[in-house]
């Protein structure tokens, strides 16, 4: 069975300052890909990032990178620069065929001025 | 511009009432999907969608029904049979093939009276 585990329940950070959010997973597939997703308080649901389980180089999306341990069974977001509208939950998640996507439990990120 | 939409964006259901959630897409994608999620915790599939007029069970699809007659829609009935409906329901899409990226829409808050 697949599984991902966000160990942080809330994380602080300052304005332009970079955090790290942590994402850990199981599976047995060989394939798979990993996703992070961002939700504000309107509930929307916004695709940040995708990092597959065969691409070499870690996947960077503008202030997002993902910094994939597959070793370790690792994916964390780093967020770079950090501004105040980054405040929100975000949740990684993973699919390993077609179609269904498996979350965490989200990590809440407040940015403070 | 292309996106995802989902109405009402509140819903109200009485003891023993069906509702039925929309989504609609334009994004031309193949496949749509419907997530729950509860206070505190990430999303759960209840119903998924490859082609226009087949669907499968996700894994919390009992007390749920849906159907795809057009491409384009994917009509989420909360049946009175689901005991505990209130959640907030995200509907998302995505092409077919292995490992693509869903997208969602705003999301529809269901509340018991």
């Known amino acids: 069975a697949q599984k991902i585990t966000q160990t942080q329940p809330g994380m602080f950070v300052q304005e332009k300052e970079a955090v790290t959010l942590d994402c850990t997973y199981d599976?047995?597939?060989?394939?798979?890909?990993l996703f992070w997703y961002k939700q504000p308080s309107s509930g929307e649901m916004i695709f940040l990032i995708y990092?597959?389980?065969?691409?070499?180089q870690n996947a960077t999306e503008g202030r997002y990178s993902l910094n994939f341990q597959k070793a370790r069974k690792s994916a964390n977001l780093v967020i770079s620069a950090s501004q105040l509208g980054d405040s929100a939950m975000y949740f990684c998640?993973?699919?390993?065929?077609?179609?269904?996507?498996?979350f965490g439990t989200g990590t809440r990120l407040l940015v403070s001025p | 511009d292309g996106g995802i939409t989902q109405s009402p964006k509140y819903l109200f259901r009485k003891e023993g009432q069906n509702v039925t959630l929309s989504c609609e897409q334009n994004?031309?994608?193949?496949?749509m999907y419907w997530y729950r999620q509860d206070p505190g915790q990430g999303l759960r599939l209840i119903y998924y969608?490859?082609?226009?007029?087949?669907?499968q069970k996700g894994d919390i699809a009992e007390g749920y029904s849906v159907s795809r007659e057009k491409k384009e829609s994917f009509p989420l009935t909360v049946t009175s049979a689901q005991k505990n409906p209130t959640a907030f329901y995200l509907c998302?899409?995505?092409?077919?093939?292995?490992?693509?990226?869903?997208?969602f829409g705003p999301g529809t808050r269901l509340l018991v009276l």
């Open positions: 998302a899409s995505s092409r077919t093939g292995l490992l693509e990226t869903q997208y």
């Open positions: 599976t047995s597939d060989p394939s798979y890909g």
């Open positions: 990092q597959g389980s065969y691409d070499q």
């Open positions: 998640a993973m699919n390993t065929g077609f179609q269904k996507l498996v």
């Open positions: 994004l031309n994608h193949d496949a």
């Open positions: 969608s490859q082609i226009v007029n087949d669907f």
